[in-house]
Each structure stands twice: as C-alpha cells, then as structure tokens.
C-alpha cells in the first residue's frame, strides 16, 4: 500500500506516490542481484575485459585479467592499463603498437588492434599475441564516459598462421624451381630437336632428292614413291620446327615479349579464322628471362582457351608497357563461363589451365582477374609489378 503524501500548498492539486520501505528494499535487492550476476558473466569469460576511464586508469577488470596477469585486483584497479598489458611506463604508441583505447576517445567509435603482450608465468617471459577490441561507454546523451577492452589471446592462431603463410612460401619458391627446370629442359629439347633432328631430316631430304635424280627414266614407280617419301620428310620437318616453336619460341629470346605475342596471334588465332585486335601500348623494354617467359605462356594459354573453347569470332588483346608495371588485357566476344564453377572444377581441363594461369602470375608477384558469364564472352586483366632489376638494358 502507498501513502498518499499532500504538499501543504494549497496551490498544488495533485499528489505524489512514494515507495515504501519494502518497496525500496526489494528493488536494491533487485539491483544487488542484476550487479552479482553480471559480474558472474563478466568473470566467466576467458578473455580479459578491461574498464578503463579518459586517464587511462582501470576502473574495472574481469577475473581473467587477474588470473593471466598474476595479480590481486587491488593491484589493477587505479593501475594504467599499458601497466598491467603490456608493463610499459607509457602510453602505447606507434610504431610499436596503435593504441585502440586512445582511437575510441578521439573518435567516439569501436576499435581494433592486434598487441603483444609480455606475461611472467612461473619465472619464465612469455611474448603473446592479443587481439583487442575497443568499444565506447556512453551515456544517455551519447557521451563517451569510459571505454571496454575485450582482450584475446590469439598466439596459437598466430603461429598457425605463421606456419601456413611459411608452408605456402615453400611451396610457391618449389613451383618456382620446378617451373624454372620445366623451361629449361623445354629449351634444352628444342635446341636438340634443332641441332640434330631436324638436321637428320633435312639430310634425309637432301638425300631423297638426290636419289630421285639418279633414277633413270624407266623407273617412273620408284620416282614416285621417292617423291612421296621426299614430301613426307619435309611435312616432319615443318612439324619439328612447330614443335620448336611450341617448346621454346627463340622469338621471345631475340626479339622480346611483344614479338612473341604476335607470332602467338598470327599462328594460332589469325590462322583459325578469329579477327584479332592486337596493340602494344608504351615503349617496350625487355624484361628478365623469367618475367618474359611468364607472361608468354599465360598468353599462350588465354588464346588456346580462346581456340578451343570460347567459340568468339572477335579477340582483343592490350599488351601495355608502364612506369613499373606490365599490363595484359586478352579480351573475347564467346560464349563465357562461370568462372567460379570452371576453377573449383578441377576434372574440366579450363579450369586447370586457369589455376595453372593463377598460379604463374603469382609465382612472378603479379595479379590475374577473370572476368566471364556464360554467353558474355571473357575478359583477362593481368597486371606484373617489376623494378629496374627485371629489365635488361
């Protein structure tokens, strides 16, 4: 029941409800228990949480941040909070550590950063990594009155991460090697294929014909068979010098990147029929043996996707010469794909070319997007980053 307390001025015509006592003691009992259960919550967390005010003292830490630290909470509460993370005497700063409490207070909005964090367990100084995100207190005017720090340790993530980004580093510098002794056994077995077959073939030639003038007149069936066999040698040489070319075009050595595209156009697209746009773009400079082999046989592999399963009639290929940077651009009007299904789909010979695309581009530190729907046609953007090192004069 509430008492009805009347204001002794006559002016006031209404009156004021006040709580009882046991009202007022069951709402602190109230509030007593919400404050008990949400520091249990507050504690239960493994991660550290932190309350910190605009001096950067603490003015409230979870059970975490005691347990991990090895300290009494009279110890924390008033301490710094760089004191008790990080055992520093002042304020973290760059470049050591971006500090996500002093953003929260400049900008008024959550913040995150990645620290380490010294610890001493059982004598021994531990570096951790911790993941720390910054959130504003406000009040009901949106004033920031304090700030949360949520710290979690992430080191074995870290390390794991290490480890993976170190096994990729192998691997990429293994691909490397293997793709640089691929290209050198290609050249190997083109100069043989050069130097000794088809200078067999060619004798062989020169021999048939030579045979076939010392045949008398009479022997008009040997005449032809001979002939026959003249022309057969000669279609083996034309294929041993494709089969050259395809190994290890000596264009790319001796005249550079732009002129072994070119031969790539007009022996592959122009040939089937394809009405090919080619323009070099800048002033050409030679590259290093890796980054012009590279960047010759992605293109090799764009226009044999073109060939063999684009179905364009129109190709435009932009190969662009830049302070720093080479740009190739193989764009055609076919019938697309989706390119997420070709990649992922390893048993689809497209979408192994197109990983072994990817990952030629990045063993030279260079960017590869595809862009294709299925009846959209195809564009590929590939972009070398290179320095003066990876010129030739």
């Not at 909470?73 to 760089?82: A, L, N, P, T």
């Not at 550590?97 to 995150?112: D, K």
């Not at 190997?188 to 000794?196: F, M, Q, R, S, T």
Request: proline letters at 3%; hydrophobic letters at 35%.
């Amino acid at each position: 029941m509430k008492r009805k307390v009347v204001p002794k001025s006559t002016s006031v015509s209404r009156s004021i409800d006040l709580p009882t006592t046991n009202e007022t003691s069951e709402s602190l009992k109230k509030m007593e228990n919400s404050n008990r259960y949400l520091h249990a919550v507050i504690d239960s967390l493994e991660d550290e949480l932190l309350v910190v005010n605009k001096d950067y003292h603490i003015v409230q830490a979870n059970d975490a941040v005691l347990r991990n630290r090895g300290k009494h909470r009279q110890e924390v509460i008033g301490s710094y909070c760089y004191e008790v993370s990080h055992n520093l005497v002042r304020r973290c700063n760059l470049p050591l550590h971006e500090c996500p409490i002093r953003v929260v207070w400049e900008t008024g909005r959550s913040a995150q950063a990645t620290h380490i964090h010294v610890f001493h367990a059982e004598g021994k100084r531990q570096e951790r990594y911790i993941n720390i995100i910054a959130s504003p207190v406000t009040d009901d005017r949106g004033n920031v009155i304090a700030v949360t720090e949520l710290m979690r340790d992430v080191t074995d993530r870290k390390e794991a991460e290490d480890q993976l980004e170190s096994s990729r580093e192998q691997l990429r510098s293994l691909s490397a090697h293997l793709e640089s002794v691929r290209e050198e056994e290609r050249k190997k077995i083109a100069h043989d294929l050069h130097d000794e077959t088809s200078q067999l073939i060619a004798s062989l030639t020169a021999l048939l014909e030579a045979a076939v003038s010392k045949l008398p007149t009479s022997a008009s069936q040997s005449r032809v068979l001979l002939n026959e066999a003249q022309e057969l040698s000669i279609q083996i040489l034309d294929q041993i010098h494709k089969l050259i070319y395809q190994l290890r075009p000596t264009i790319i050595d001796d005249f550079g990147l732009a002129a072994a595209i070119r031969w790539l156009v007009e022996s592959n697209l122009e040939v089937a029929g394809f009405k090919v746009n080619l323009k070099v773009i800048g002033q050409e400079i030679r590259l290093t043996p890796e980054l012009e082999t590279a960047l010759f046989r992605v293109t090799q592999e764009a226009i044999s996707n073109i060939v063999r399963h684009a179905h364009a009639k129109r190709v435009n290929i932009r190969l662009y010469f830049r302070k720093r940077v080479i740009k190739l651009r193989v764009k055609d009007d076919g019938c697309g794909f989706d390119v997420n299904e070709a990649i992922t789909s390893k048993d689809r010979p497209r979408g192994l070319g197109l990983l072994g695309m990817k990952e030629r581009v990045e063993l030279i530190n260079g960017t590869m997007n595809i862009r294709s729907r299925p009846g959209g046609g195809t564009e590929i953007d590939i972009d070398i980053p290179f320095n003066c090192e990876a010129t030739i004069e």
